[in-house]
């Protein structure tokens, strides 16, 4: 069977049954179609064996002043349910929503009597925000109460790259600074990995701030301080000589240029540039996500 095959009858499977989604059991292939590869939007499958068993799909909640907020919809197999894939393309689809800059969830139609999906939303941080009353007519338990369930974002780690399966990664704490100067342009240097905010690994006994503040004297030569947090994020880095993979943990600050330290000469060379120059130079995702947060 072709993914497109498996995902119908996924789809297919799933509002048969009447009980957790609003599209009648009869719903047409070309409706199911337009609802999960639409424009506006991402989707996933997971596959099991080379057969696509689960599948999911990212939008705007609303439009323009409220598409900040994502909505997604998910479906897996009835005969593969249970095992765990619900719940990794739940987690998958948060660190996508956060990857791609949403800062919240909304799921506006949740049935009540969809136990399953209402525990799998719950342990994963959402939050019942209103029950709609007698909302949805069950195919076997005639009307029931539907919910708006909702989570922020700002704790979820976005995760950027992957490493190839035949590698194991080599954990890499990092801290970075985003530094602002008065015309609210950022720092940013010229290294061997390509253009990079400034920062680095965090040496032993070292706290993320005190390594990007290490950081930013030794690569800038600038004094800073640190204004506040700016995010966390992981990203994948392969080096190219070694053919090692980094899994770079990485904490964000913003800081302020406080001076130049004097007589120091900065060991990489470094520019400022405007937010929209630096989003373009930028080489690593995750730094210009950190820019966007
Ligand atoms: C809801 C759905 C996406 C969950 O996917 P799944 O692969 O079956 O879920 P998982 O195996 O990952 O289980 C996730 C959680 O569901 C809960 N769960 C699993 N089986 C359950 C059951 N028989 N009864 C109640 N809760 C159950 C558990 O909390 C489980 O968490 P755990 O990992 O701590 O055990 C899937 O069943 C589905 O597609 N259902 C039909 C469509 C649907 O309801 N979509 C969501 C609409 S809001």
Redesign the pocket.
């Given at each position: 069977m072709s993914d497109r095959e498996d995902v119908w009858s996924i789809f297919h499977a799933?509002v048969s049954t009447g009980d957790?989604?609003a599209f009648a059991p009869d719903t047409s292939v070309a409706v199911a179609a337009d609802y999960f590869v639409g424009s506006e939007m991402v989707a996933f499958v997971a596959e099991v064996d080379g057969r696509v068993v689960?599948m999911y799909k990212l939008i705007p909640n609303r439009r323009d002043l409220g598409a900040h907020v994502a909505n997604a919809?998910?479906?897996?197999h009835?005969e593969?349910?249970?095992?765990?894939?619900?719940?990794?393309?739940?987690d998958h689809c948060l660190r996508q929503a956060r990857v791609r800059g949403f800062a919240a969830m909304q799921?506006n139609f949740?049935?009540s009597t969809?136990?399953?999906?209402v525990?799998?939303?719950q342990?994963l941080g959402f939050v019942v925000m209103a029950t709609l009353p007698n909302a949805f007519r069950h195919q076997r338990h005639g009307l029931v109460d539907a919910y708006v369930m909702f989570r922020s974002l700002d704790d979820i780690v976005p995760v950027f790259g992957a490493a190839r399966p035949d590698i194991s990664p080599i954990a890499r704490p990092s801290a970075y600074a985003l530094i602002y100067d008065e015309q609210r342009r950022v720092a940013v240097v010229r290294a061997g990995g390509g253009i990079l905010l400034p920062g680095g690994g965090i040496d032993d006994g070292e706290t993320p701030e005190e390594a990007a503040v290490r950081e930013s004297a030794e690569e800038c030569a600038l004094e800073i301080r640190v204004v506040g947090p700016r995010g966390r994020a992981v990203q994948f880095v392969h080096a190219r000589e070694t053919k090692d993979c980094f899994e770079k943990h990485s904490t964000f600050f913003e800081a302020t240029p406080v001076s130049t330290r004097q007589g120091v000469i900065p060991d990489h060379s470094w520019q400022w540039l405007s937010p929209a120059a630096a989003q373009w130079a930028l080489t690593y995702p995750s730094h210009r996500w950190a820019l966007n947060t």
């Open positions: 799933v957790t989604y689960g919809s998910f479906m897996v009835p593969a349910a249970g095992r765990g894939i619900g719940r990794a393309l739940g799921f949740v049935v969809n136990t399953r999906g525990a799998l939303w342990s």
